[in-house]
């Protein structure tokens, strides 16, 4: 199995429907070897105790250069050889240096169909309050590879969900998660997962 390290940064209910299909059995070429808290207080990390696996935090220090947070994460990946990096939830933006050394082995999930209310600046209800306003009828989520640019690298999935007449931010997040994004992301860590597994790259040992 491929070892996949979670990042997150609140309550981690996209970690939650991962591990749920890892222990489901439908995520059989990824093991959830770690968890990685961008803050002490995520409660997420709990739910990666409950769930018997690792967890950590690496928290960007005020102050600190970018690329010198890069390199503290990259050391963590590297000492628990993971492979496959998920962003669930994670609120601190990516250095370009953990970007180059994990290329097309990190994944995110958004909660929008990507081109629409994305980019810097959406993130959570945000999100949805943008979708909303603009009276679109149909939104949804979307997971992609993570490049230098905010939500700007290659789709793997996205699943549509339609708006209701009565929906407030609140209401609309909450239904994109359930119908989108807990059922979109565990796929596309399978799928990723055992991609790289089968190619000539991923079945050498990992060398970062």
């Not at 990666?48 to 250069?65: D, F, L, R």
């Not at 669930?88 to 958004?110: K, M, Q, S």
């Amino acid at each position: 199995m491929l070892r996949t390290a979670v990042l997150v940064s609140g309550g981690g209910t996209n970690l939650q429907a991962i591990l749920d299909a890892k222990a489901a059995g439908r995520i059989p070429d990824a093991e959830i070897a770690l968890v990685i808290a961008s803050n002490p207080g995520a409660y997420a990390l709990e739910r990666a105790k409950q769930a018997g696996v690792p967890g950590v935090v690496v928290q960007k220090a005020k102050g600190e250069a970018i690329e010198a947070y890069g390199e503290r994460l990259l050391a963590v990946l590297r000492e628990n050889r993971i492979g496959l990096c998920v962003l669930a939830g994670f609120l601190t933006i990516l250095p370009e240096n953990v970007i180059r050394a994990y290329d097309h082995r990190i994944l995110n999930i958004h909660p929008s169909l990507i081109p629409s209310f994305c980019g810097k600046g959406f993130y959570g209800l945000k999100v949805h309050e943008a979708a909303l306003s603009y009276g679109v009828k149909v939104t949804g989520a979307t997971v992609h590879f993570v490049n230098e640019i905010p939500d700007g690298g290659e789709i793997i999935a996205q699943k549509a969900v339609y708006i209701r007449p009565d929906d407030t931010p609140e209401t609309l997040q909450r239904r994109v998660m359930e119908e989108a994004e807990w059922v979109l992301l565990p796929a596309a860590v399978e799928d990723v997962a055992k991609e790289i597994r089968n190619s000539e790259f991923g079945m050498r040992n990992l060398e970062l």
